[in-house]
């Protein structure tokens, strides 16, 4: 007897069943996703239940800065790999604090095997709160395979320094040389048509000459002269045995002293006290603060992140506003990181209803936008008219041309030694490719009604009225940067005209000339703002507009960061080369994508930004063929 054939389904019964499947399919995947990304933001948000005696871990794998930068998600993801990693100085220091007077804290421990830098105003406040936990009797330990300037700054402050045997200590002091492309842009029949005022206003140089003019060269050696003997004051302080003048002056003869051996050779000068492997370094933290075999390092110890969340911050007293302008200035919304003036302005305005009894704006910026800087000024401006309350400035490692020009509301102007100020100057860079477009047997031509029709042309080129126009509108522009400078430093606007020019100061000749009032910090531009407003001590606290990261940005850091750092690790003197070598590669498109960019007048500290590490490198890992995209892009968009 034969089976009863099964019936088959009808063809549109089963597609309906094949749209059940996948939406059944769909519907778990995105379950399963959602679980994930709950148990990811759940165990990625730092605690301050995770918090455990023994050490403070300082993994500084990245850039000390003013403000963090928000998460890219897409080029992380793109890259899989995390963006550079960026620590506030304000945020270093706080934990450090915190850890000098806690007795949970026995010791701090700098890992710097991947450290980048910083400028010295951070790092100076970040090794003056090492050595307050050295004054509490706890130890400072730091570990890397190579210690550049800036990591040896930060681990002169230790108690103990300790160098991989394939590593070092190499000084490499300030300066170095810049990219001028007059030639090439000869060459390829572009004209850089530049409108300035100031002869030290050096940011137009690279477009139009193949080296630093005269003065400009006068400028730099002036100003990198004195940050590079603020450096060696400062370690030289910190660290009195280490022979400084042999390493940075005479390094094959310090070497040829060791046979080549970098890492013996940091010994014998004094600049290291150990010299161990990671192994070993771990060792020996974990006989002063205690074993923890579950611990990735093998000692206890609770990371930077979840410190800071259990260490309560004051909330008692009179509010004083700290708004931060960082980074180069733009007009838009931008930042955190980049000082987009729209964004700024919108903090600024939005707590002008507050009960603030004073606000200080610190600036680390190197200048940008002229119309965004004046949008910055003026809401200070309506923070001091209308609220009556006292104003302070707190420059952090730059505060240059635009970065000058918004500190002029100020009552007072705080700075320290190594910051980089004046750049009081204005300038506008626009390519036009009239020779080139000929060279192709291109022409530009028609009628107009007034002299400015069809102007600017940039494939036929200017003509002298446009010419005109544009450099009378930068040489009023600099009149009022002039006058704005000298109502607010109640000079002679002759005076400033002639600390003006374009020209760099360090923060120690800025207040000899009078464009800083005192040396000292955002703690002392606080306590300053509380005594004009007659708050007594510890009847007052600090006030961030703009608040903190996102939990999204913290959650983005941590999935990405943790994988980065088990591929990468620290580097020898070779790869410091490399690295510098990248870097290189990365101002070249930032250069000539600022000759092609739309932007308008500048009043912007090229030299200044090329001071601070950081400022022109890349978010993410950089490869060559970004690099050539990005200056086509910028070139013939």
């Keep these: 007897m034969s089976a009863a054939p099964v019936p088959r389904r009808s063809f549109p019964a089963r597609v309906w069943a094949l749209l059940v499947a996948v939406k059944d399919g769909l519907a778990l995947l995105f379950l399963l996703l959602f679980f994930t990304l709950l148990f990811a933001v759940l165990t990625a948000r730092p605690s301050a239940a995770q918090v ?176 590079w003997e603020e450096w060696l004051a ?130 680390d910026s190197p200048g940008g936008s002229v119309l965004g800087s004046e949008v910055i000024r003026q809401a200070i401006l309506r923070h001091k008219v209308r609220n009556r309350t006292p104003i302070a400035v707190s420059m952090a490692n730059v505060a240059a041309s635009g970065g000058y020009w918004v500190a002029t509301p100020a009552d007072r102007i705080f700075a320290e030694p190594a910051t980089i100020t004046g750049s009081i100057g204005v300038f506008a860079v626009l390519p036009t490719f009239e020779r080139l477009a000929a060279e192709w047997g291109v022409s530009s031509a028609g009628v107009g009604t007034t002299p400015l029709s069809g102007q600017p042309d940039f494939i036929g080129g200017f003509n002298e009225p446009v010419d005109r126009v544009l450099q009378l509108g930068v040489e009023h522009t600099y009149r009022d940067f002039i006058a704005k400078v000298a109502a607010a430093r109640r000079l002679p606007p002759e005076r400033v005209d002639a600390l003006g020019q374009g020209r760099v100061w360090d923060g120690g000749t800025a207040r000899q000339v009078g464009l800083i009032d ?68 990365q101002r070249l498109a930032v250069e000539l994508e600022r000759l092609a960019g739309r932007r308008g007048l500048q009043a912007y500290c090229t030299s200044c930004a090329a001071a601070v590490p950081g400022t022109l490198a890349p978010s993410e890992p950089l490869q060559w063929w970004t690099s050539a995209a990005e200056v086509l892009r910028g070139l013939f968009r």
């Excluded at 007052?540 to 690790?569: I, K, N």
Aim: hydrophobic fraction near 45%.
């Design 234 to 363: 400062n370690v030289r302080t910190a660290r009195p045995r280490a022979n400084l003048a042999l390493v940075a002056n005479d390094p094959v003869a310090w070497l040829e002293g060791q046979n080549g051996d970098v890492a013996r050779a940091s010994l014998a000068a004094g600049m290291v006290d150990r010299v161990g492997d990671r192994f070993t370094f771990e060792e020996r933290v974990a006989e002063l603060v205690g074993a923890d075999a579950a611990s990735d390092t093998g000692y206890a110890h609770s990371q930077l992140q979840p410190w800071l969340r259990a260490v309560p911050t004051p909330r008692s007293g009179g509010a004083i506003g700290v708004v931060t302008i960082s980074g180069a200035i733009l007009d838009g919304a931008q930042g955190p990181g980049t000082a987009g003036a729209e964004r700024i302005a919108d903090l600024l305005d939005d707590a002008l209803d507050d009960d603030l009894k004073g606000l200080v704006v610190r600036i």
């Design 518 to 585: 005192q040396f000292g910090g955002t703690r002392d531009a606080l306590a300053w703002v509380a005594a004009q407003a007659q708050l007594a001590d510890g009847a007052w606290h600090a006030v961030e507009l703009g608040g903190s990261p996102s939990t999204y940005d913290t959650l983005l850091r941590q999935l990405f960061t943790d994988e980065t750092r088990q591929q990468e690790g620290g580097t020898d003197v070779a790869g410091f080369i490399a690295r510098q070598q990248q870097v290189a590669v």
């Design 52 to 227: 455990r005696p023994g050490a403070l871990l300082l993994q500084l794998d990245g850039f000390i800065v003013e403000e963090r930068s928000p998460v890219d998600f897409l080029s992380a993801f793109l890259s899989r790999s995390a963006p550079t990693g960026e620590f506030p100085s304000r945020d270093l220091v706080r934990a450090l604090d915190a850890a000098a007077g806690d007795p949970r804290i026995k010791a701090v421990v700098l890992d710097l095997d991947r450290f980048l830098g910083g400028g010295q105003v951070h790092l100076r406040e970040v090794g003056a709160a090492l050595d307050r936990v050295r004054r509490s009797n706890k130890p400072v330990l730091a570990y890397a395979t190579l210690y550049a300037d800036d990591a040896y700054l930060l681990a002169s402050h230790a108690t103990e320094i300790w160098v991989n045997p394939m590593g070092g200590a190499m000084l490499t002091g300030m300066g170095g040389n810049s990219l001028y492309f007059g030639d090439l842009l000869e060459r390829l029949n572009i004209n850089a048509r530049v409108y300035r005022v100031g002869t030290y206003k050096s940011a137009v140089e690279p477009y139009t000459l193949n080296g630093p003019s005269p003065e400009a060269e006068e400028n730099a050696r002036a100003l990198y002269g004195a940050l």
